[in-house]
């Protein structure tokens, strides 16, 4: 293959996965601010909402190894993400016409799993494609799902649940997965002759007794507490910004958004300099600052230095994440699909918890919740620091 075609596949694949991660992740971001507005139209409250969050967040870790391993075993990930589409569409739309609390959480959940039936595949295929920038790559694959989640999905959403119900918010939302889906049936196959085709003898077992280690369980439970102090706060956030500062659904989406907005373009960035440099330092300094903003956040009463701390917090754990995954494929060295799905399943599926646990902190005070996010980043920056420097990360 010549050099042109080698770049004429590069762009291609990272082009249409992040493309491809936006339009999943875009239907999944809008859950921050629907999550509320189920709650509230079933008379429910700060419990609840995180309820609907954390078992999205489990849901989504049930899916991601099982995908995994799918992906690095049949070498097809133009196909596994053309399904990843249309899961996503009829699961969230299922949703919309079910009744009670326990059976709309409970398809939410299922709509999750096609979104993070993606993840694994995706970024297995970006590990394979460019092991020299693996943490850059992930960045700029992981900027266009926050693109997707953290900024279109509020928007939308927020605009959307100022004209209509919630129900028919979700299935408006639903299009752009759906016309992803047309797209994909017309270049999964190209996106399957660029893959890398890469046979693995890893099996779950041997990757299991890989974390299995003392550095391996530091980094995993470095990725719980991480997620769950990133899960507290942002699943707080839209209630906070509503209930205790009266703003609107739309407006709290804008500021949502613009809380999320830093991290997602810094992610890129952070994992290119992580590339050069190490991965340690730049995950050590920034959950540092992550810490010492949310904090900061917890204890502002006042609406503009809370929502400036909370940016700057928010702006850190999420940049940071490129890294982490990175991070995580160099320690086990192989399989990639799996081990992401793995990864996945740690931070998502185990990390998410921490939005149930900030709505429980949250029924006294919603300051609690981010009380609550503030010690899980600064157990995660406790964690990143007692690793040695001769170690991987």
Same mark, same amino acid.
């Given at each position: 293959?010549?050099?042109?075609?080698?770049?004429?596949?590069?762009?291609?694949?990272?082009?249409?996965?992040?493309?491809?991660?936006?339009?999943?992740?875009?239907?999944?971001?809008?859950?921050?601010?629907?999550?509320?507005?189920?709650?509230?139209?079933?008379?429910?409250?700060?419990?609840?909402?995180?309820?609907?969050?954390?078992?999205?967040?489990?849901?989504?870790?049930?899916?991601?190894?099982?995908?995994?391993?799918?992906?690095?075993?049949?070498?097809?990930?133009?196909?596994?993400?053309?399904?990843?589409?249309?899961?996503?569409?009829?699961?969230?739309?299922?949703?919309?016409?079910?009744?009670?609390?326990?059976?709309?959480?409970?398809?939410?959940?299922?709509?999750?799993?096609?979104?993070?039936?993606?993840?694994?595949?995706?970024?297995?295929?970006?590990?394979?494609?460019?092991?020299?920038?693996?943490?850059?790559?992930?960045?700029?694959?992981?900027?266009?799902?926050?693109?997707?989640?953290?900024?279109?999905?509020?928007?939308?959403?927020?605009?959307?649940?100022?004209?209509?119900?919630?129900?028919?918010?979700?299935?408006?939302?639903?299009?752009?997965?759906?016309?992803?889906?047309?797209?994909?049936?017309?270049?999964?196959?190209?996106?399957?002759?660029?893959?890398?085709?890469?046979?693995?003898?890893?099996?779950?077992?041997?990757?299991?007794?890989?974390?299995?280690?003392?550095?391996?369980?530091?980094?995993?439970?470095?990725?719980?507490?991480?997620? /769950?102090?990133?899960?507290? /706060?942002?699943?707080?956030?839209?209630?906070?910004?509503?209930?205790?500062?009266?703003?609107?659904?739309?407006?709290?989406?804008?500021?949502?958004?613009?809380?999320?907005?830093?991290?997602?373009?810094?992610?890129?960035?952070?994992?290119?300099?992580?590339?050069?440099?190490?991965?340690?330092?730049?995950?050590?300094?920034?959950?540092?600052?992550?810490?010492?903003?949310?904090?900061?956040?917890?204890?502002?009463?006042?609406?503009?230095?809370?929502?400036?701390?909370?940016?700057?917090?928010?702006?850190?754990?999420?940049?940071?994440?490129?890294?982490?995954?990175?991070?995580?494929?160099?320690?086990?060295?192989?399989?990639?699909?799996?081990?992401?799905?793995?990864?996945?399943?740690?931070?998502?599926?185990?990390?998410?918890?921490?939005?149930?646990?900030?709505?429980?902190?949250?029924?006294?005070?919603?300051?609690?919740?981010?009380?609550?996010?503030?010690?899980?980043?600064?157990?995660?920056?406790?964690?990143?620091?007692?690793?040695?420097?001769?170690?991987?990360?």
């Amino acid at each position: 293959m010549s050099t042109t075609n080698t770049r004429n596949g590069d762009r291609f694949i990272l082009g249409m996965l992040s493309i491809g991660h936006l339009t999943n992740d875009w239907v999944a971001g809008t859950l921050w601010l629907l999550a509320p507005a189920i709650a509230a139209s079933l008379g429910l409250g700060p419990t609840e909402v995180g309820l609907i969050l954390a078992i999205n967040g489990l849901g989504a870790g049930l899916m991601y190894i099982p995908a995994g391993m799918l992906a690095d075993r049949l070498g097809r990930p133009g196909l596994l993400m053309l399904i990843s589409f249309w899961w996503v569409a009829i699961g969230y739309f299922t949703a919309t016409v079910a009744s009670g609390f326990w059976g709309i959480t409970l398809l939410l959940a299922v709509g999750v799993m096609g979104d993070a039936f993606w993840h694994p595949v995706a970024t297995g295929v970006l590990m394979k494609r460019f092991p020299e920038r693996r943490a850059q790559v992930l960045g700029i694959h992981a900027m266009g799902g926050s693109i997707g989640a953290d900024v279109l999905g509020p928007l939308s959403s927020g605009f959307l649940l100022g004209l209509f119900s919630w129900q028919t918010t979700l299935q408006w939302l639903i299009i752009p997965a759906i016309i992803m889906g047309i797209i994909f049936i017309f270049y999964s196959k190209r996106l399957d002759q660029f893959a890398i085709r890469r046979k693995t003898s890893f099996t779950l077992s041997s990757l299991t007794r890989q974390w299995n280690t003392r550095e391996g369980l530091r980094l995993v439970f470095l990725m719980i507490f991480y997620n /769950m102090a990133l899960y507290a /706060m942002l699943s707080m956030t839209p209630l906070k910004l509503q209930n205790d500062y009266g703003v609107s659904p739309f407006v709290s989406g804008v500021i949502f958004a613009c809380i999320l907005l830093g991290g997602t373009v810094f992610q890129p960035i952070t994992g290119k300099i992580s590339d050069r440099i190490g991965r340690r330092l730049v995950i050590l300094n920034l959950l540092i600052g992550a810490t010492i903003f949310a904090f900061i956040a917890a204890f502002s009463s006042d609406f503009v230095y809370f929502v400036i701390s909370l940016t700057i917090a928010i702006a850190m754990l999420t940049a940071v994440r490129p890294a982490i995954l990175a991070t995580a494929v160099e320690h086990t060295g192989g399989a990639e699909s799996t081990t992401l799905g793995i990864v996945f399943t740690i931070l998502d599926g185990v990390g998410a918890l921490g939005a149930f646990l900030a709505g429980i902190a949250g029924e006294t005070t919603l300051s609690y919740s981010f009380l609550m996010g503030a010690v899980l980043a600064l157990i995660a920056t406790i964690l990143v620091s007692a690793l040695p420097r001769t170690n991987t990360i």
